[in-house]
């Protein structure tokens, strides 16, 4: 199982290895690196999706400075997958949680602002 170990301000530590980069991270322990962008929007949602998950973890940032479009809300919300945003040192955790129950879920973790 893969496990998001702790962020702090542009790095974010998994399974032991640290990363400076906006990442995502999915339930089967793959991660994929992602530009520093500010908004999730749909290319990204629709390749996050790809992998067939249910539920999306956004960590906004150290600050809560990253958002989800809002043509990816709708879509999620017709799609019936679950968004939770939240600043990144608590989305880790909630990522953590759902890694742990074996969920579909992935994270996609901006490590700065």
């Known amino acids: 199982m893969v496990k998001i170990n702790s962020t702090k301000f542009g790095e974010v530590m998994i399974d032991g290895k640290t990363h400076y980069s906006d990442v995502i991270v999915f339930f089967d322990g793959t991660i994929e690196y992602r530009e520093k962008d ?61 890694a742990s129950q074996h969920r579909t879920v992935a994270a996609v973790l901006h490590t700065t602002g």
């Open 38 to 98: 500010w908004v999730i929007e749909e290319d990204e949602f629709k390749k996050i999706i790809q992998r067939n998950v249910n539920i999306i973890i956004v960590g906004t940032g150290q600050q809560g400075t990253m958002s989800v479009s809002d043509k990816v809300r709708e879509l999620a919300n017709y799609m019936k997958i679950k968004i939770v945003e939240m600043k990144t040192p608590y989305a880790i955790e909630l990522f953590n949680a759902y």
